[in-house]
Nanobody
Framework: VQLQASGGGLVQAGGSLRLSCAASGGTFSSYDMGWFRQAPGKDRQFVAAIRWSSGATRYADSVKGRFTVSRDSAKNTVYLQMNSLKSEDTAAYYC???????????????????WGQGTQVTVSS
């Protein structure tokens, strides 16, 4: 399984960005896909997840109502639409895949088997 994240950049507070995670090398209909972020000196933090088969989603409280995770099965791509960005959203963002078919979508990094490289999001205030 390979994951390729893209779409990061520099944006002003209040602006929007859309991250993409292109997945390959697996049958993703049975996977959960997660987004995490990590700021310098901090632990990797759960942001959002989506169950590929049903489209069910889960969000961290800090991004609810501002971020939306979605997937495009035809393109094997997961998206993270980020609106109303704040300076505290500044971090490297990572996509991850969990093929364990767990009952509940994982919010801990150790629950994911595969990781893409990070894409940097910087929000200026």
């Amino acid at each position: 399984v390979q994951l390729q994240a893209s779409g990061g950049g520099l944006v002003q507070a209040g602006g929007s960005l859309r991250l993409s995670c292109a997945a390959s090398g697996g049958t993703f209909s049975s996977y959960d896909m997660g987004w995490f972020r990590q700021a310098p000196g901090k632990d990797r933090q759960f942001v959002a997840a989506i169950r590929w088969s049903s489209g069910a989603t889960r969000y961290a409280d800090s991004v609810k109502g501002r971020f939306t995770v979605s997937r495009d099965s035809a393109k094997n791509t997961v998206y993270l639409q980020m609106n109303s960005l704040k300076s505290e959203d500044t971090a490297a963002y990572y996509c991850a895949a969990d093929g364990s078919r767990s009952f509940v979508m994982a919010t801990m990094a150790r629950g994911y088997d595969y990781w893409g490289q990070g894409t940097q999001v910087t929000v200026s205030s």
